[in-house]
């Protein structure tokens, strides 16, 4: 069985894809929520995400994505080490919270119970189903967004029972019980 490529005049007719179609196709791709954390001049900065992954086993890597308009990005680059705190489906209020535009800097952590990372003294949150503190190993632009690649430098599972924040469809989901 062979497969005939596309013909390259078809292509030259596709419209482009629209971007409202494009968010709600890779919205239906179920992901995990984290927050990313790193401190600069002694100031906690957090931003949540949904684009984090795993990279390489060796060495170890892993990566998150983040807008390059967001206060963020400049901040975590400069830094250099950051956190990663997968969240549990309690800490929907600090997914929410940590993901709002324009939220003042000092004190956004308060209210969650956090501890310093080991390896890089960025804050972890306590309460998340695992944690990776990182130094940054590389960064590639990829339109509007920079991919940030960490080198892993600890792991910790803070709360291994609990279960995950799961963001699908535009809406916070539960894992059904089977």
Known sequence: MSIE???????ALAAAPDPRL??????RFATGVAVV?????????????NAFTSVSLDPLL??????RTARFH?????????????LPDGLRGASEHLATRGRPIAGQLD???VHRGPATGVPILSDALA????????????????????????LDVPNPGAEPLIFHDGRYRRIAAS
Do not use: K, N
Request: proline share 4%.
């Open 74 to 86: 400049d901040t975590v680059l400069a830094a250099g080490a950051w956190a990663v705190s997968v």
């Open 131 to 154: 944690a990776v503190e990182c130094r940054t190993h590389a960064v590639h632009e990829a339109g509007d967004h920079s991919i940030v690649v960490g080198e892993v430098l600890s």
């Open 5 to 11: 490529p596309p013909c390259p005049e078809a292509h």
């Open 37 to 49: 954390t790193t401190v600069a001049d002694g100031v906690d900065h957090a931003m949540t995400v």
């Open 111 to 113: 209210r969650y119970r």
């Open 22 to 27: 494009f968010r709600q196709v890779v919205g």
């Open 62 to 67: 892993v990566m998150f994505c983040a807008d």
